[in-house]
């Protein structure tokens, strides 16, 4: 431990803070998915209907989006130790509350206390940890969070299961206050404050204009199906909208909003946003009406429910270990659209379950929603993001955690308040039937859901001309702004680029290509068409890739091993080269290119994260540089004497 903490740059201190922040997170994500499958014993319990007791998981999603904006506030007006120690003071509070709950409305007013201790630590601990590690390490310090956050939700739901068959569900939270209170008191005696923070602004109407906008149309989705007075119903639906459109405008008017909502001017991270939110709203959906099917409709134990999800879990945190190096190599489209289909093929088998479905079956349509929803999530988060200029993205982090509790709790309510439309469809059916028409009901929304995530994947989540045009015309206002302000230019990349570049045109054999690559003494060229545009870019890499041996193997369907050895001499593949197209062996399609405005940080990661040593610079599509490794050594080197 001590040569990790030596290799990742941080000191004993620094270490105890990780470990009890990383504990503290991995118990407040838990407590996320612990819950549903518990929902029928307490339905039982307490006497209510699934519309009811879904409160649970969209009510804590509903408070966590109203606190996540606000952790700026806190972070910046309170000390790191003592935000720490209220926030678990309340997380046990409420869990204690909900141990003891005789009866809903006390089990729902401790889940909102948790809900709010989740909302105070998770923000506070990204932050933390982006602090403490050094800026060489930040990226095994993201790591350990995601790997906290990917973790606990995977296991949540089968240790629920296990707990609420053997113990049951009231002790399954004191076990859970325990747990929370031993967190407390570590945190008490050793943790240590952290950070110096700018205090933030705390505006009232913004937090009252959300809090009630949203919770009004939140309890009007929740008992539409199953409300006396449709009118009052749609009425509140109605003031929650007003509501949210004057916080919306509130937003835009404040110079230190509460929520960036400008953020969404760029079509991308709009797009990104909402389809993902959207997505997640029947993900959690799905998660709260599937162990009311295995229990009630196919009669099986928490312990089977748990377990029907967990394969789907773990793959899909496995999944999203690798979704972000198939998005940096493929692009957001190769990833996503086949991802999105592979969701909704398991929203569809779900769709089509009778009463007697086998579990196992269940439990493959939930591995493969699961496995295609982490290869929509990342890619498209990414791609959002990254329209975006590094200024606004801490803004674009919070929005993006509201908006998406927001879906979560606007989905949740609808996919369980359609579970009680079955007396309607069927008032003579017996109540077995009716129980399954209802989860029936909800699949059928949840498959809808996830149709309507697919086709905005496929004819929305795409690149346009006035995306690129957008995001270059952001760059420049906001670098004449920060000027106008007189704050100091970021250096760019058209500032040290090589402005007179070597080209070849895409039309040239790669002899001219090799010729210019002797000539000007470099290792790579990009290849333009008659507009200047950058088609693509030829190495010498590609060069030595075509020219050596290559030899072959392939496995047939019967495990028989085949190699298929290269014969050619190095004569004839030489001779064959330098008579053929450029493009025949230069990278094409997806080429790596930089702007000109780029701020040099930005252009430095991507030159090192992926692995090349020189970059096409452009303004709006047209060639107008490169920037090589060489030149940001260069440009070091002149601009620093003491190295000299």
């Known amino acids: 431990m001590m040569h990790m903490a030596m290799d990742l740059g941080i000191n004993k201190q620094q270490r105890t803070i990780i470990a ?30 699934a519309p009811t007791v879904q409160w649970l998981t969209s009510g804590y999603s509903l408070v966590e989006a109203v606190v996540v904006p606000l952790s700026a506030f806190f972070v910046g007006r309170f000390s790191t130790r003592k935000l720490f120690i209220a926030g678990f003071s309340c997380f046990t509070a409420g869990t204690l509350l909900a141990a003891w709950a005789p009866a809903f409305p006390v089990l729902l007013a401790g889940r909102v206390l948790q809900a709010f201790a989740t909302g105070v630590v998770m923000p506070m601990t990204f932050t933390l940890i982006l602090l403490i590690f050094p800026r060489e390490s930040r990226g095994a310090g993201m790591g350990l969070v995601s790997l906290i956050i990917g973790f606990a ?160 879990a773990l793959l899909g ?113 017996s109540p077995a039937e009716q129980l399954y028409l209802g989860e029936h009901i909800g699949f059928v929304c949840i498959c809808a859901m996830i149709f309507l995530v697919m086709l905005s ?36 990349t058209r500032h040290i680029m090589d402005a007179n570049p070597q080209a070849i045109p895409q039309t040239a054999t790669i002899r001219e290509a090799i010729a210019l690559f002797a000539q000007s003494e470099t290792s790579g060229i990009p290849v333009v068409d008659d507009a200047n545009r950058v088609v693509g870019f030829v190495s010498d890499g590609d060069v030595m890739k075509y020219i050596g041996r290559n030899d072959s193997s392939f496995v047939t369907p019967m495990s028989t091993l085949y190699r298929l050895p290269d014969d050619d001499d190095i004569i004839g593949r030489l001779d064959t080269l330098l008579n053929l197209n450029v493009m025949q062996i230069a990278t ?35 060639l107008v540089g490169t920037l090589s490794r060489r030149n940001v050594i260069h440009a070091i080197s002149e601009n620093a004497p003491d190295l000299g």
């Open 20 to 49: 009890i922040l990383l504990f503290g997170t991995f118990m407040v994500v838990l407590n996320q998915t612990l819950l549903s499958p518990a929902f029928p014993a307490m339905m039982v319990e307490f006497g209510i209907d």
């Open 153 to 312: 939700p995977t296991i949540g739901p089968t240790l629920s299961g296990v707990l609420i068959d053997t113990v049951g569900w009231h002790m399954m939270f004191v076990i859970i206050a325990c747990i929370g209170a031993a967190v407390l008191l570590v945190g008490i005696f050793k943790l240590t404050n952290y950070g110096n923070f700018e205090p933030a602004s705390f505006d009232v109407p913004s937090v009252a204009l959300s809090s009630v906008g949203l919770l009004c149309i939140l309890y009007g989705f929740s008992t539409f199906s199953t409300s006396d007075n449709i009118a009052l119903t749609i009425g509140l639906i109605a003031v929650g909208a007003v509501l949210v459109y004057f916080f919306v405008r509130r937003q835009l008017a404040l110079e230190t909003p509460l929520l960036r909502v400008d953020v969404l001017k760029s079509r991308r991270y709009a797009v990104a946003i909402f389809t993902v939110g959207f997505m997640q709203g029947g993900l959690i959906g799905c998660s709260v009406i599937m162990p009311i099917f295995v229990q009630q409709v196919l009669g099986y134990s928490a312990t089977v429910s748990g377990l029907v999800i967990l394969p789907g």
């Open 317 to 429: 945190a496995f999944m999203s270990l690798f979704a972000g190096r198939l998005f940096d190599r493929f692009g957001m489209r190769r990833i996503a659209v086949p991802g999105i289909v592979t969701m909704f093929a398991g929203t569809l088998g779900m769709a089509l379950m009778g009463p007697t479905v086998d579990v196992l079956l269940v439990m493959f349509f939930n591995l493969v929603m699961s496995l295609g929803m982490q290869a929509v999530v990342t890619p498209l988060n990414t791609w959002g993001v990254n329209s975006l200029s590094n200024r606004v993205i801490q803004h674009a982090n919070a929005l993006n955690s509201t908006v998406g509790q927001v879906f979560i709790s606007f989905g949740t309510a609808a996919v369980v308040s359609m579970t009680a439309l079955s007396p309607l469809f069927a008032p003579n059916a």
């Open 457 to 492: 994947v496929i004819f929305l989540a795409r690149d346009r001309a006035t995306d690129i045009v957008a995001t270059q015309d952001a760059r420049r206002e906001q670098e004449m702004q920060a000027r106008a302000a007189g704050e100091a230019a970021t250096v760019r």
């Open 588 to 622: 094409e399609g997806k080429v790596i290119t930089v702007d000109a405005d780029t701020p040099i940080d930005e252009a430095c990661h991507m030159l090192a994260s992926k692995q090349i040593k020189k970059l096409p610079v452009v303004e709006g599509d047209k």
